[in-house]
Nanobody, 128 residues
Framework: VQLQASGGGLVQAGGSLRISCAGSGRTFSAYTMGWFRQAPGKEREFVAAITASGEITWYGESMKERFTISRDNAKNTLYLQMNTLKPEDTAVYLC??????????????????????WGQGTLVTVSS
């Protein structure tokens, strides 16, 4: 699968933004998908993940009350709705696919290494 993220931009603190990740190929609906982010000079950080069916989701600690991951398998698209944005949310947001078929527990803590296919990222800038 190939991934293309879009929808990033400049938003004021407290605002909202939805970013998307379009996947190519008929197998998009078979994969666990995730969002990560990377700010300048910082390590890549897990944001959220969702099972192939969309029934189970996971979130990073600082995002679970403000961000919502979802997917539309009919459109081969992954979404991340971000609300109450803060300047510290400024980063390049990357979508990724886990093509391994691994089942994860509800308490699993995702790492970059769990995902084998990555999109190019979309920049989100939150001004104070």
């Amino acid at each position: 699968v190939q991934l293309q993220a879009s929808g990033g931009g400049l938003v004021q603190a407290g605002g909202s933004l939805r970013i998307s990740c379009a996947g190519s190929g008929r197998t998009f609906s078979a994969y666990t998908m995730g969002w990560f982010r990377q700010a300048p000079g910082k390590e890549r950080e897990f944001v959220a993940a969702i099972t192939a069916s969309g029934e189970i989701t996971w979130y990073g600690e600082s995002m679970k009350e403000r961000f919502t991951i979802s997917r539309d398998n009919a459109k081969n698209t992954l979404y991340l709705q971000m609300n109450t944005l803060k300047p510290e949310d400024t980063a390049v947001y990357l979508c990724a696919a886990d093509e391994s078929g691994t089942g994860y527990s509800g308490s699993y803590r995702f790492a970059s290494s769990d995902f084998g296919t990555w999109g190019q990222g979309t920049l989100v800038t939150v001004s104070s």
